[in-house]
């Protein structure tokens, strides 16, 4: 009888291990790293989640679309100054770390950058802070947030500069080319020890 060949399984290197420690942490936060991951990014991010809601001027009456809000700093800042807030968080222990933080001042819903859960038109702004390296077809997350905004709504969108899969006046291009208009991107250096962070802004045509 012969044996058909089996490939032998590829060897796990150092830094595979740590890249999958890194995202269980980090990209996609599950059992413990991943809470041990909220409770590092809920202080190492907190200077930028607050900029990139105080650059939103969020009204009282506005309804704001999170998007990976992670531990929920930003989340929870929205959610003291407009009228609705809505956290889309795919991972659980994230979700449960922002309900523990934000308590029914905000809604959380289970989904992703390219799969809201919102209707058309029904945002006034999207935020979005440490995600975009995450999304695995960016064309498709940004014709998302798109839909969720009514025209003249705004995205403020924030990354470490130095993780970003493209450069951030190439992602000022895909979202333009999802429809997009005035669109700005610059650096921020956040306080203390956080890498500097390449911000953009942009608004649905009204
Ligand atoms: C690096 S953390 C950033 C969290 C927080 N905004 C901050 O800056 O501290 C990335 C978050 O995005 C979530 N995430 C991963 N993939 C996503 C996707 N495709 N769409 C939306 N969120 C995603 C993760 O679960 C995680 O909570």
Redesign the pocket.
């Known amino acids: 009888m012969s044996i058909p060949h089996q490939p032998a399984p590829a060897p796990r290197t150092a830094t595979g291990t740590l890249d999958t420690a890194f995202d269980r942490a ?4 599950a059992g413990l790293l991943g809470r041990l ?2 409770w590092v ?2 202080r ?3 200077g ?2 607050h900029r990139v809601v105080d650059l939103a001027r969020l009204e009282p009456d506005e309804i704001v679309l999170v ?5 929920g ?2 989340l929870d800042a929205a959610g003291r100054l407009a009228g609705e807030v809505i956290g ?4 659980a222990e ?1 979700r449960a770390l922002c309900l523990e933080r934000c308590g029914n001042r905000v809604e959380l819903r289970d ?4 799969r809201t859960g919102s209707a058309d038109a029904s945002a006034d702004v999207v935020l ?4 975009v390296e ?3 077809d960016r064309a498709a ?1 940004f014709a998302e947030l798109f839909r969720v905004l009514r025209p003249g709504g705004r995205m403020l969108l ?1 990354a470490h500069e130095k993780g970003l899969p493209v450069s951030r006046h190439e992602l000022a291009d895909e979202a333009a080319a999802a429809g997009f208009t005035d669109l700005q991107t610059w650096t921020w250096q956040p306080p203390g020890f956080a890498p500097l962070a390449a911000q953009l802004k942009a608004v649905k045509p009204a």
């Open positions: 980090f990209g996609h936060p991951g909220g990014m809920a190492g991010n907190a930028t989640e998007v990976g809000p992670g531990p700093i930003g889309v968080e795919p991972s994230m989904g992703s950058a390219a979005t802070v440490n995600n995450l999304w695995e997350a924030s």
